[in-house]
C-alpha cells in the first residue's frame, strides 16, 4: 500500500505570505497591547441596524436574492451617490452588491485585466491590490506617492501610462496614509486619461470620513471618470460592521456587465437579510452623513494626547488611520519599531513599510482610532513613554 500523497503544486502567490496584520495582532494578544494595528471598530454599531436585520430575518428574507443585489439597496445606494455627487446610475444595471470592497476589487481586475496588461498601483497601497493583478495575469506598475505628503506625482504617473495600461487603482481617503484627493487632483487624473482607454478603479471605502470641511472627492462626481470607472464603496467601514463583509460597486452599464459575469461565478451574490436591513437603513442619511464628525473627534482627541509624545503626527485628512514619524524617538526600522512598541510599550502599530513592495523604510507607523474613547486614552497613557 502506497504512503498517500498530496501532489504538489504551483504556487499562484509566491510572495504571498503570512501579512503583518496578523503577525501584529498575534504579537498584540500575546503582550495584552492595546491593538490600534488592525483597521476595524472595538464599538458596536447602531441597534437600529440589528434590529433591521432581525426584522428582515423574521420576515422570511433568508433565501438566495438577485445576483446583483436586491433592488431596494441597489436604489438606495444610486439615490444616495447622485444626492451626494451628482452622478445618475441605474440601479439595474450599473449598481451591485458586493461581498465588501475587497471581493469588489478583485472581481473588477478580474472582469478588465488580461494577461500582459499593466495595472499602475500607487504606493504605499492596500494589500490586495497586488495579488489581485497576480492573479488576473496583469503587471503591476508602481507609481510612489509623493515621500512626506503622500501627495500624487501626476508627473509619475503620466511617465507610466503605456499603451498597455488597462487600469490605474486610486484610493481616496487613503489607507494608509490618510490622505485625501481632491477635486483638483481628480481633473488632473482624468486629463490623463482622456487620451487613453484606461480605466479606473476607484477605491473610496471611507469615503464618509473626511475631516476639517474637506469634501469628499469621488470619481462618481467627475463625468469623464465615471465613464471609465467602477467606484467601490463599504457598509462595513461606514456603519461599524466590517465582518459583515457588505460593498458595492458602481459603474457604467458596460463596465458592469463585464463585472457581473466575474461577480457572479466568484461570489454569485450576498447575505440576504443584511441587504434587507441596510436598505431600510438608508432611508435615514443621518448616520453616514454624521460619520465624519463622529471620527473627526477621536482623531482629535488621539491628536491631542500624541502631540506631548516625540512621535511626529503626519496631516489625517481622512479614514481612520494616524500615521506618525517617530525618528526622534527612535532609531529601529520600522517593523522593529512596532514590535517593540508592541511588547514593551504596549501598543500594536503597522510599519508603513508593509504597505510597499520594496518595504522602504521612511521611520513612519500608522495607527488606528476607530476605538472607543477610553481605548484611545489607554492607548495615550502607554505611548506617552515613548
Not at 56 to 80: S, T
Not at 149 to 170: K, Q
Not at 299 to 327: H, I, K, M, N, W
Request: aromatic share 8%.
Amino acid at each position: 500500500m502506497t504512503t498517500p500523497r498530496t501532489p504538489p503544486i504551483a504556487t499562484r502567490l509566491p510572495a504571498v505570505g503570512t501579512t503583518i496584520f496578523t503577525v501584529m495582532s498575534a504579537l498584540a494578544a500575546q503582550h495584552g497591547a492595546v491593538n490600534l494595528g488592525q483597521g476595524f471598530p472595538d464599538f458596536d454599531c447602531d441597534p437600529k441596524l440589528l434590529d433591521a436585520v432581525d426584522a428582515a430575518m423574521r420576515a422570511g428574507h433568508n433565501q438566495y436574492p438577485p445576483m446583483a443585489g436586491i433592488g431596494a439597496l441597489r436604489e438606495a445606494v444610486a439615490a444616495k451617490i447622485q444626492r451626494l455627487y451628482g452622478r445618475t446610475y441605474d440601479p439595474g444595471a450599473e449598481i451591485t452588491i458586493t461581498a465588501g470592497a475587497t471581493q469588489a476589487i478583485l472581481t473588477a481586475v478580474l472582469a478588465v485585466v488580461h494577461p500582459g496588461d499593466e495595472v499602475i498601483v500607487l504606493e504605499p497601497c492596500y494589500d490586495s491590490y497586488v495579488p489581485n493583478i497576480e492573479l488576473a495575469g496583469g503587471t503591476v506598475v508602481r507609481v510612489a506617492l509623493t515621500p512626506g505628503s503622500f501627495r500624487p506625482d501626476f508627473g509619475a504617473i503620466a511617465a507610466a501610462l503605456t499603451p498597455r495600461t488597462r487600469a490605474i487603482i486610486v484610493n481616496s481617503p487613503h489607507n494608509p496614509s490618510g490622505t485625501i484627493w481632491r477635486a483638483d487632483d481628480m481633473a488632473r487624473l482624468a486629463a490623463l486619461l482622456d487620451p487613453t482607454d484606461t480605466l479606473l478603479i476607484s477605491d473610496e471605502v471611507y469615503e464618509h470620513m473626511v475631516y476639517d470641511g474637506d469634501e469628499h472627492a469621488s470619481a462618481s462626481s467627475h463625468p469623464t471618470l465615471a465613464a471609465r470607472s467602477f467606484v467601490v464603496s463599504s457598509f462595513g467601514k461606514t456603519f461599524h460592521v466590517t465582518g459583515w463583509k457588505v460593498g458595492t460597486v458602481a459603474a457604467p452599464a458596460p463596465l458592469m456587465a463585464e463585472f457581473r459575469k466575474v461577480h457572479q461565478f466568484n461570489v454569485f451574490t450576498v447575505n440576504t437579510p443584511m441587504q434587507h436591513a441596510l436598505a431600510a437603513y438608508l432611508k435615514d442619511p443621518a448616520p453616514y452623513l454624521g460619520l465624519a464628525g463622529f471620527y473627526q473627534a477621536k482623531r482629535d482627541l488621539f491628536r491631542a494626547g500624541l502631540a506631548s509624545t516625540r512621535l511626529r503626527l503626519l496631516p489625517s485628512e481622512g479614514t481612520y488611520f494616524q500615521c506618525v514619524d517617530y525618528a526622534a524617538a527612535s532609531e529601529l526600522g520600522e517593523e522593529s519599531f512596532c514590535r517593540w512598541l508592541t511588547s514593551d510599550i504596549g501598543v500594536a502599530a503597522i510599519p508603513l513599510s508593509a504597505f510597499y513592495a520594496d518595504g522602504r523604510d521612511q521611520r513612519i507607523a500608522r495607527l488606528c482610532f476607530a476605538k472607543r474613547d477610553d481605548t484611545l486614552r489607554l492607548a495615550l497613557e502607554r505611548l506617552a513613554s515613548v
